[in-house]
């Protein structure tokens, strides 16, 4: 069974950064593609980045872009999203998932519903 495992949350103050790291073992990371989410209290889970696979397309939520990139190094099996110029408007938990690259071939990865594997989140919380 595939586990994603996050790590890298945290407190920080507006402005800063945090990278979160996204796990992946006993399965190829390059036969996936991986998702990155979150939740804050009282809000519905929400997608936050994603990268397909087979061509390393990404999406970002406008809330995100071009201050959030995610990244992937197939050789350790790990997926990062990089967060810079951090707003308290992003505390949330925030989740990695996974979803078969083949069975969603050519298809945005935005969908939440098409991620059959999840983490168990990380919290981050951005404070001053």
């Known amino acids: 069974q595939l586990q994603p495992v996050e790590s890298g949350g945290g407190s920080v103050q507006p402005g800063g950064s945090l990278r979160l790291s996204c796990a992946v073992s006993g399965f190829p990371l390059e036969s996936y593609d991986i998702g990155w989410f979150r939740q804050a209290p009282g809000k519905q889970r929400e997608g936050v980045s994603c990268?397909?696979?087979?061509?390393?397309?990404?999406h970002y939520a406008g809330s995100v872009k071009g201050r959030f990139t995610i990244s992937r190094d197939n050789g350790k099996n790990v997926v990062y999203l990089h967060m810079n110029s951090l707003k308290p408007e992003d505390t949330a938990v925030y989740y990695c998932a996974a979803r078969d690259s083949t069975s969603y071939s050519g298809r945005y990865c935005t969908m939440i519903s098409e991620y059959g594997y999840w983490g168990q989140g990380t919290q981050v919380t951005v404070s001053s």
């Open positions: 990268m397909v696979s087979i061509d390393g397309s990404t």
